[in-house]
């Protein structure tokens, strides 16, 4: 059974299309409708559809915006059109659009429609390399393997793109070294293109291993992650994938390799073994090959760490509390000196700690700013050190951290609320609420809340009444217009209400203050 979703904001043409397209061909069903593109979005994040009909023209986002956003779903998307905006249909295709329609749509050109859709969807698997209009699973791959709650209905669509005879299966991180420095190069000064030339020869040299099944996941940041099936991964062929991209395209990587499984629903949690496997690099330095399963072994020869109090350090940490966290770091010390320990076992703990302290600076992206105070974090490590000389080492790494996430915090919370405050005066004779602000910023709407108020004084309510009453007397200035003019201008359809909300917050109502003004002028 195939499934579409139907967008428009006219509800004839959404009730018509939902009617006609079963009647047309009983393989399809229509899994829900959406009257605009926000609506849309949440839709196929939740009901997974394998075609989205929208219009052109909606209030809030647009069909070619829902396109753009739809790049990161295997979906195909057709697009609405009247005959005036038919260069826009045109625009789509070359966009990403599967076709276009034009009202008023005919019943054969759906059924056409519908039967080519079917027609590649059942070829997908065997033609993805050289489909027109190949389907990206990116999004749904990142939100599975990290266990977002939307992602738990793409388990098995997803086990369909895996070759018959997978074998085993394991996922392979690579980290492209030095990331903010290699896109602020003449060389290469973009992130795209710095992936692309290292996906491409990591490509190259798989296509020599056709026992192995190479599947593109998805990338974040500096990370590229794959899913190797078949035969796997080991440290020699990682070794390999690092020389021959340092050979060809001057990039250092780093690879985290994760264990072997049969089992398809278990590369989420080889999924965070990649990644924990990685974090060996911020201490080992640049270029390396990281394995989880010598990671896991080192834990298990390591017990007795004090792991409750670790944990407790770097929450302190990410929440900026300094003292708290030089005081978990003295507590922490305490213990491993009470200890019987071997020195090799000691410097494992203090590994182990900066480790776990280092990733909030990679979690946050704050290591050039903290390295430029405290130069790479493995330096202490190249020699003998002892437990005071880490201990002052921690204190001063510790406090370069919460000083630059508490910088990094206040540089966000700026530009987020200059991004909200930038929205309200755009929009602010709309009929805005919280939520569409929240949405726009990329928070929920109730942090949002907290959040605003504290930035500026006021609640969002309050802000935007008073910024329309501003603009009111303003245009109370033009003398032509009139007052129910004035309230729809400013977002109040209700001229009466219009009027008490301007006398509770000036004191006289719009024509007393409209009379003082001009009394005041003459």
């Not at 949440?42 to 753009?68: A, C, F, H, Q, Y």
């Not at 990039?251 to 398809?264: P, Y």
């Not at 939520?435 to 004084?457: I, P, W």
Request: glycine share 6%; aromatic share 12%.
């Amino acid at each position: 059974m195939y499934r579409a979703i139907v967008v428009d904001d006219e509800p004839i043409v959404r009730r018509g299309l939902i009617s006609l397209i079963p009647k047309l061909d009983p393989e399809w069903i229509v899994a829900g409708e959406a009257k605009n593109g926000l609506e849309a979005l949440e839709l196929v994040k939740r009901e997974t559809p394998d075609l989205v009909i929208t219009d052109i023209r909606m209030p809030r986002m647009n069909g070619l915006d829902l396109l753009s956003a739809l790049k990161e779903y295997p979906v195909h998307v057709v697009i609405l059109s009247g005959y005036g905006f038919f260069e826009y249909a045109q625009t789509a295709i070359k966009f990403g659009a599967f076709d276009y329609l034009l009202k008023p749509v005919k019943p054969p050109e759906i059924l056409n429609l519908l039967q080519r859709l079917k027609e590649r969807r059942q070829h997908h698997a065997a033609a993805a390399e050289t489909a027109r209009y190949p389907l990206n699973f990116s999004k749904w791959w990142k939100d599975w393997l990290m266990e977002a709650e939307e992602a738990q209905g793409y388990t098995h669509k997803l086990k369909e793109l895996l070759p018959t005879e997978a074998g085993e299966l394991q996922i392979v991180a690579v980290e492209i070294d030095r990331f903010d420095e290699l896109i602020g190069e003449d060389q290469w000064g973009d992130k795209q293109l710095v992936a692309f030339a290292v996906r491409n020869v990591i490509q190259d040299i798989m296509a020599d291993r056709p026992e192995t099944h190479l599947i593109p996941l998805f990338a974040n940041g500096s990370r590229i992650l794959y899913l190797f099936a078949g035969q796997s991964c080991g440290p020699d062929a990682a070794e390999r994938l690092i020389r021959e991209v340092g050979r060809w395209v001057k990039i250092s990587i780093s690879i985290g390799l994760s264990d072997k499984t049969s089992e398809f629903e278990q590369l989420p949690a080889l999924y965070r073994q990649a990644a924990e496997a990685l974090r060996d690099k911020w201490i080992r330095g640049d270029g390396i090959v990281c394995r989880y399963a010598e990671a896991a072994a080192f834990a298990g020869e390591a017990a007795g760490y004090p792991v409750e109090l670790d944990e407790a350090i770097c929450r302190d940490v990410r929440a900026g509390d300094r003292g708290r966290a030089l005081s978990g770091l003295e507590a922490f010390l305490h213990q491993v000196k009470q200890e019987t320990l071997s020195y090799a076992l000691f410097q494992r703990f203090a590994l182990q700690l900066l480790s776990s302290v280092y990733r909030i600076v990679y979690e946050n992206r704050i290591d050039d700013w903290v390295q430029k105070e405290m130069g790479e974090p493995q330096e202490l490590f190249r020699r003998e050190f002892t437990w005071e000389e880490y201990r002052r080492f921690m204190t001063e790494w510790i406090g370069a951290i919460v000083d630059s996430l508490e910088w990094r915090r206040k540089q966000k919370n700026n530009r987020t609320i200059e991004k909200a405050i930038e929205y309200i005066r755009s929009h602010y004779a709309e009929d805005i609420s919280l939520e569409d602000l929240a949405r726009h910023v990329g928070m929920s709407g109730s942090y949002f809340s907290s959040f605003f108020k504290q930035e500026t004084g006021d609640n969002f309510v309050e802000y935007l009444t008073r910024l329309r009453i501003d603009k009111a007397k303003t245009l109370m200035m033009d003398a032509d217009l009139r007052l129910y003019e004035i309230s729809q201008l400013v977002g109040y359809q209700d001229v009466k209400y219009f009027s008490r909300l301007f006398k509770r917050h000036v004191g006289a109502t719009p024509a007393e203050y409209r009379q003082f003004f001009y009394r005041k002028e003459d």
